[in-house]
């Protein structure tokens, strides 16, 4: 077997070719923890047998010093690649979300799996790669709610962009709790496209080859009308691109059940109790008093003060902790060995 740089190597099992995982990060410490947990994680959790994990950095034109720094940092354990400074400057965080959908593809690539760096890889992400790396396929966990859009909203979208409607045959995962309690008993409000949240989404090579067509042809076209339409949804472009691009282009889709990307989300915890008990991904997406993933990823002893709190709580964030607590010790051996380097560490860092 070739080992390339970044690879993740295990016993093979038949019928997984090479999985490579692509993750959007910006240059900061934070992240950089994010990513070594995250990689621990899938090395002895995923049961993929061939993956190599790539980091997306994005950093602004005068932020380029650390950015550099970082990618030879986390260069250790996976693959990197640098967005354009100037393309970054432009659309900010949405650089490196759309950048993991434009990246070529290795020919030995049989998928391509998008993730965020706040996941936590908990149990084998083998059931959810069964596609045919020629087919164009493509699976992943529905948005909780819509992007700030109606049912209308999206119809109308397709008509200025001349895409025909899609069967609208997929459900929001947050309905109805999440929903405003006037849309908690209209079942008309829960129905959606194929719009995916970006912390889990696996495509085919033929998949995201031909996803990848269609962004570098249409992708700005896509972002102009949904810049004049919906303003108000900004934040969540970078995904609705995807789900036009989907549309346009005719993949076949199926939807993921939330176990590859539970969130912390007490509300989504009652929702789907049985997601949970066989979560194979925790997103550690929502930030409260008591889980701010910013300060779970501050320093060493922050991430050990989130295990040792976690662990005797429930739901969601003990089972992340439970994946975490036994790749403690590895992880600060790793941090000893190899410390950030000075542009990205700040004094608080602790050792």
């Known amino acids: 077997m070739i080992h390339r740089p970044g690879t993740i190597t295990m016993p093979r099992s038949a019928g997984v070719g090479r ?6 990060v910006s240059a900061s410490p934070e992240f950089a923890l994010m990513l070594l947990v995250l990689h621990r994680s899938i090395r002895y959790r995923s049961a993929v047998p061939d993956l190599t994990l790539k980091a997306i950095i994005g950093a602004e034109t005068g932020q380029q010093t650390a950015a550099h720094a970082f990618a030879g940092w986390i260069s250790r354990y996976m693959a990197v690649d640098l967005v354009d400074s100037a393309e970054f400057d432009h659309q900010g965080i949405h650089a490196t979300a759309n950048r993991r959908l434009t990246l070529g593809v290795d020919s030995d690539v049989a998928a391509v799996i998008l993730m965020d760096a706040d996941m936590i890889v908990c149990n084998s992400l083998a059931p959810a790669l069964d596609l045919d790396p020629e087919k164009p396929e493509i699976g992943g966990v529905i948005a909780h ?8 909203d999206w119809g109308e979208l397709f008509r200025v962009l001349d895409i ?15 929903f405003p309690p006037g849309l908690q008993t209209d079942e008309s409000a829960a129905i959606a496209p194929p719009y995916f949240n970006y912390g889990f989404i ?3 090579r033929s998949a995201i080859e031909s996803v990848r067509r269609c962004l570098l042809h249409s992708g700005d076209h896509y972002r102009e009308a949904l810049e004049r339409l919906y303003p108000g949804s900004a934040m969540f472009h970078s995904q609705i691109r995807l789900t036009l691009a989907i549309t346009e282009i005719g993949i076949p889709y199926q939807t993921l059940g939330m176990r590859y990307n539970f969130p912390n989300d007490a509300r989504l915890e009652a929702l789907h109790p049985l997601e949970l008990a066989d979560a194979r991904v925790i997103h550690l997406l929502r930030r409260s008093d008591a889980y701010d993933k910013q300060l779970i990823y501050r320093d060493f002893q922050s991430l050990q003060n989130f295990v040792a709190r976690a662990l005797q709580d429930t739901g969601a964030v003990n089972v992340a902790a439970r994946s975490v607590a036994p790749l403690l010790g590895e992880i600060r051996a790793e941090l000893d060995r190899h410390p950030l380097p000075l542009e990205l560490a700040p004094a608080h860092w602790q050792w």
């Open 202 to 204: 696996v495509l085919s």
């Open 19 to 24: 999985i490579e995982i692509r993750v959007p």
């Open 164 to 178: 025909p409607s899609p069967a609208m045959d997929c459900r929001y995962t947050g309905w109805p709790s999440m």
């Open 145 to 152: 709610v819509p992007p700030k859009m109606t049912v209308a």
